[in-house]
């Protein structure tokens, strides 16, 4: 039997997911988290085989919830979700210690495939990720996003997606003095001016496609 619990600040999310995992006999979603305080508290009570995590959330981020389980040694291993689809975010999430990376758009063959396969101990990636990272890899290019922070590299997909500063504070439980702190720093970081230069870097070293996404000013 595998023991899950979902960490994700959308009901209806969570709902989806406990519906795939109910149907399967070696399933068992034991609780449920809007935060990821919450769910470190479950994950330290409930010692599940594995835990769902979206990676954006108010408050703390599935990263940083990442990186306290596995600094606290603890035995669950950890699939992260999120709809941000770039090699970037994953690199940062495996190297904290996540062993699979799904996008939410994944199949429900997928979703069961790669928890049963994480929860054995081995790692997956979505497969369009894998071939991200490995064209990255190949290329031997570094980007100027590897200078980014996660919060920073957040703020910024946030950004180039027309969220103003208020929605982005409100999203990351960030006030909105400190979302414009970020993105003060992140775009010195990258030397650009304004969230269409954004925009355009991040286009180029192959972080957004432009058609799928609403650039702001």
Sequence with gaps: MIN???????????????????????????????????????IRTLAPDIALVDVHMP???????????????????????????????PKRLLDAGALGYLTKGCSSDELLSAVRQVASGRRYLAPSVAQQLALATLDGSESPFDTLSTREMEVSMMLVRGMPLTSIGERLNLSPKTVSTYKQRLMEKLHVDHVVGLAHLMTVHGLLDTHNHQVGS
């Design 4 to 42: 899950v619990v979902l960490v994700d600040d959308h009901e209806l999310v969570r709902t989806g997911f406990r519906m795939i995992l109910q149907q399967q006999a070696d399933f068992r979603v034991r609780g449920e988290a809007g935060t990821a305080e919450e769910g470190l508290r479950l």
């Design 59 to 89: 408050g703390m981020s599935g990263v940083e919830l990442t990186e306290r389980v596995v600094r606290a040694k603890l035995r669950t291993n950890i699939v992260i979700l999120t709809i941000v689809d770039d090699a970037r975010f």
